[in-house]
Every structure is written in C-alpha cells, then in structure tokens.
C-alpha cells in the first residue's frame, strides 16, 4: 500500500515540477497558464478543485451520519453546474480575454472601471478570509486520511500534505495545478465509479444493500434524515442550496479566465455534468456502505478511509489513498494559488507605488504562497472543526458575496460600483454572522447571505449614480 500510494506522490509531483518548464516568466503565465486551457483540462481540474477532500472525508461522513437524504445535495450541484457552464463561464472566459482579466477581482475593477481599486481590494480580502478556512479544511481531511489508512500521526500528515502541494505550486505556477488536477481527477474518478460498485455487490446487490441501510436505522432512508417540520425543509433546501454556490467561487471561475477559447467552455460542460454527477453519487454512496460495514465509528468523517484500510488489499488501498490526496490537492493547490494572487497580486499591485518586474512579482507571489501554506496548516492543526462544517461555512460565504454580482455584472447594466462593493460585504458579513446564530439549524448560512448581497447590489444601484466612465454597456457588449 505505501509503495503504491509514494509511486503516485512521485507521479504527480513530477507532473507539477514539469509544468514550470511551460509557462512565461509573467503574471499571466503564473496565474493563468497563459490562458491556454482545452476542454478536457478546463472541465476536470474545474471539477477537481471544487469537489475536494470534503467529497471522501466530509461528504462521505455526512452520508454515514445521515444517510440518504445527502443526495439532495445531487440536483442542486447539477444546476450550479449547469449555472456555472452555461451563464458563467461563456461571458466571464470572453471578457476575461478582451480585458486582460487575471482574477475575479481584477474583473469586478476592470468590468466598474474602478481606478480606486476599492473592489479588487475587498473582493481579494474576502478571498483570503474564506480560502483560509477551506485550505485547512483540506489538510485537516489529509490527516484524518492518514491517521486512518497509514497510522500516521494526525498532524504529521497535514503537515506533509501542505508541504508537497506547496513543493510545486511554487514552482509551477497555476499550469502546474491544472496538470496535477487532470492526472488527479481521473483517479478520483474512477475510485468514485468502481469502488461503490465493487461493495455493493459484495453486500448483495442493490436491493439488498438499501435493506441492510434501512435495518441499522430508517432514519437513513427518509428524504430529510429523520428531521421533521421546519427542520427538515431547512436541511432539504440547504443541501440543495449547497450546489447553488457554485457561481462565484474564486478557484472554480478561474478555471473560465484560463479556457483556451469558446469551443472549451461548449465541449468542457458536458465533460463537467458528468463529472459531478459520478462524485456526488459515489461519495454518498460510499457512506451508507461505510453505515453497514463499520457501524460504530466515533469519527463518521474517517469512515472512507477506514473502510479502505480495513476492507481492500494493501495495493487498492494505496490507489484508493491516492484519490483521497488527488482530492485534497486539486483544492488546497487552486486555493493557495487564487488566495496569494488576491495578496501579492491584486492587493499588493493595487497599493504599492512601485513598479516591479515580472520577475520581481514571482517571488513575491512565491513567497506568499508559503506564508499562506503555513497560516492554513496551523489553523488546521488546531482540529477546530469538522471538515464538512469548514466547507460548508467557507463555500457560503464566497458564492454570497461573489455569486449575486458576477451574474448581474455580466449581464445587466444596471449595478453601480458603490452597489457592487455593498453586494461583497452584505454577502460575506451575513454569511459569517448567520452561523452564529440559532437559525442556523434551519436555514443553511449561504441562502440568506445571497439573498441580503442581492438585496444590497440593487438596493444601493439604485440609490448611487453611474459614474460616466464606467465600464457598462460597451463591457456587456463586449462580452455578447
């Protein structure tokens, strides 16, 4: 099992050195991959980056624990995926090209003509708040992996887990991230398509292995996992609401801005609803399996890698560690890499009065990259959540303040600069103020986040004038 799972961490990491022979010495080569993305490339490091650890650790847990009322997270992944391919990407990747776009940030200033920088600058501190969060989230499920497969300490795995994704994120840029994802994903993939399968005709096929589901507890089998009432609407249309965030995130749209031309974004969307459709059923899956073959789990989120430890070969299971590291990886790379643009490029750019070289802004970015690295691996080494609960948490706050403004930004003319920094703070701060409240327990922190952005980006339009610079109706134009 460790041969097997050190031939993949060689594999990829030589795949991520590679990619630094093939990127210009500039920002957009570092950031961007010099926008030069296929369809394949776009639709599976998109699909990688955003489906995570939390799909083997997290989602898993969470079907242990709840059963098969996680699937409602399917048809609302379906439809952000569909928003995101369909409405997002098409707009965003040609606006992106004509304009120069290097970040979401970087859009919302150059779509508002913003000379201030006021947007870039919020929208980046944003960026870092959550992506702290979630890249911690990440190694927190690469400990829990190992703890449970390799017996290595907890923290000794995060820390090994920052330290080789760091080892060629540095190196080679954002193409060096897309390359791993690609190699990465397919192992996803196809653990997330042959495994579940494997077990359950081990355990008798279909009808039986719902039977054995529904004999350990009935709850497992209801539509809202034995919530009633208020309850069980909320947890209903929060899970459904979870794939609704999809817009906006940060590491996912990127993937648009670095898209080679239209014909990816066309022939990458089918590649993508296939690809969320295969790792939210075999996630789930893979809990309910979980449920029958190791009960008694103090810990539901380390039921995957319990069942690989204890159920497969030492080869397969060093396949299967894999996955759950390509997971893991394919994120916590595309966050440290979005996260030290919005510093060393977005933020730092937008206030420093000296002009550096590219290569001067390489290093700060390199440099970045590691201080973020360090920051998300003693957060994470704090044990202070769940992963599931960190994803959660981290993904309502990005699609609430960024999700509501780019759609409107892209297709009306109607928000104002004033409206769009108003959009991004009422988002993020409903966001981190709802779970600290009671409601929480009935209405998932991303709905009334979006719902108080959107309110707020209309609200404060109307209210504030168009400056007569700003770029509206000829940047729509552009981009249709």
């Known amino acids: 099992m460790i041969i097997t799972f050190i031939i993949y961490l060689i594999l990829v990491f030589v795949v991520g050195l590679m990619a630094e022979r093939f990127i210009t010495k500039s920002e957009a080569g570092y950031y961007l991959g010099d926008r030069s993305f296929g369809p394949v490339a776009t639709a599976i ?34 439809l952000g995926y569909l928003l995101n391919w369909f409405v997002v990407a098409p707009k965003l990747r040609k606006y992106g090209q004509d304009n120069d776009c290097l970040s979401l940030a970087d859009f919302f200033e150059k779509r508002f003509k913003d000379k201030s920088h006021l947007l870039k600058i919020t929208a980046s501190i944003i960026i870092v708040i959550f992506f702290v969060a979630y890249m911690a989230s990440q190694l927190t499920a690469a400990g829990k992996a190992l703890d449970s497969i390799v017996s290595l300490n907890f923290n000794v795995g995060l820390v090994l887990c920052a330290a080789f994704v760091l080892g060629y994120a540095v190196f080679g840029g954002y193409r060096s991230v897309v390359w791993t994802d690609v190699v990465q994903g397919f192992i996803m993939m196809g653990v997330l398509v042959i495994f579940p399968i494997y077990m359950i005709v081990q355990l008798g096929g279909w009808n039986s292995f719902f039977s054995q589901v529904a004999s350990i507890d009935p709850i497992l089998v209801s539509s809202a996992g034995g919530s009633a009432g208020a309850v069980g609407f909320g947890a209903i249309v929060g899970l459904v609401a979870f794939g609704l965030g999809e817009p906006g995130q940060p590491h996912i749209v990127q993937r648009f801005l670095s898209a080679k031309d239209d014909k990816s974004i066309r022939q990458g969307t089918m590649i993508a609803m296939i690809w969320v459709i295969i790792v939210m059923t075999g996630s789930n899956l893979l809990g309910l399996i979980g449920r029958i073959m190791i009960p008694n789990l103090s810990d539901a989120e380390y039921v995957f890698p319990q069942l690989t430890s204890e159920i497969m070969p030492p080869v397969i299971s060093g396949i299967v560690l894999g996955a759950i590291f390509a997971a893991i990886q394919s994120t916590f790379s595309s966050q ?17 009065k000296k002009q550096l070289t590219d290569k001067q802004y390489l290093t700060i970015s390199r440099v970045t990259m590691l201080a973020l690295g360090v920051v998300a691996t003693l957060i994470a080494l704090m044990n202070i959540q769940a992963v599931f609960a960190l994803v959660l948490y981290a993904w309502a706050g990005l699609a609430a303040a960024f999700g509501p403004l780019l759609i409107l930004s892209l297709y009306t003319n109607i928000v104002t600069k004033w409206g769009a920094f108003s959009g991004m703070i009422t988002g993020a701060a409903v966001a981190i103020i709802w779970i600290n409240t009671p409601y929480v327990a009935y209405v998932y922190e991303l709905i009334p986040a979006t719902l108080a952005s959107l309110l707020a980006i209309l609200v404060v339009s109307k209210w504030t004038s168009v400056p007569k610079d700003a770029n509206t109706t000829n940047s729509i134009e552009q981009v249709n």
């Open 45 to 78: 490091s998109s699909g990688a980056t955003d489906t995570s650890g939390w799909i083997f650790i997290g989602a898993a847990g969470y079907s242990y624990v709840a059963g098969i009322s996680t699937m409602w997270m399917l048809p609302g992944f379906v």
């Open 336 to 352: 440290v890499m979005v996260a030290t643009q919005a510093i060393a490029s977005d933020i730092f750019k937008s206030v420093s």
